[in-house]
């Protein structure tokens, strides 16, 4: 009776132990896949949230870049503008100085000149020299065309009036032309009116 008991006893005592150990593999285990599922959870929530973090700065990095494009665009809009207004300056300044310079050679240009009427015709043949010209001959030449001394005006062709009231002034002494009025004097003292006038309308016709 003594070993049965002692028996049940030894056997319950394994048992025990055995069910001891089983139950605390099963808890390690159990443990174990706790542990396990909840750092997946910990690292499926960690990766999420780093996708969510990288989505997000993405999105930003992308509003800041369309910002960056934008202000771009706008400065050179702006640049854009101000060139071309300062090409307008620039091309208005050039016209106004094309139009000064230009009125500037318009008023600098000499004026054509007026018509005047035809010079009378030249006569074939030169008209005879009346004997009170003889003593011109001497310094105005036979023509009237010489300069006497070298110091008078050709006195061929002047205007017949014009040479009738020179001869006068010389002959009355009060006209005195390149310092020869005594020399002209002498040589016309002499001369009536008739004569003067002969010689003054020869000499227009020259």
Do not use: R
Request: proline fraction near 3%; aromatic fraction near 2%; glycine fraction near 4%.
């Amino acid at each position: 009776m003594k070993n049965s008991t002692l028996l049940s006893l030894v056997t319950a005592t394994v048992l025990f132990t055995a069910c001891g150990e089983e139950t605390q593999k099963a808890v390690a285990e159990v443990n174990t896949t706790k542990v396990a599922e909840a750092v997946k959870k910990d690292t499926v929530h960690a990766v999420e949230t780093a996708k969510i973090k990288i989505t997000e700065m993405a999105e930003e990095a992308k509003v800041k870049a369309k910002k960056m494009a934008d202000q771009a665009a706008e400065k050179a809009a702006e640049a854009k503008v101000a060139a071309a207004e300062k090409a307008a300056e620039a091309a208005e300044v050039v016209k106004e100085k094309a139009e000064e310079v230009a009125e500037s050679a318009t008023s600098e240009t000499p004026a054509a000149p007026e018509a005047t009427e035809a010079p009378a015709a030249v006569p074939a043949t030169p008209p005879a020299s009346p004997a009170a010209y003889a003593k011109c001959k001497g310094c105005h030449g036979a023509n009237g065309k010489t300069k006497a001394l070298g110091k008078s005006a050709v006195i061929a062709g002047q205007d017949k009036e014009a040479l009738i009231t020179s001869l006068n002034e010389y002959k009355a002494g009060t006209k005195n032309v390149a310092g020869m009025g005594s020399l002209m004097t002498a040589q016309v003292a002499t001369m009536s009116d008739e004569e003067i006038e002969a010689v003054a309308e020869y000499l227009s016709q020259i």
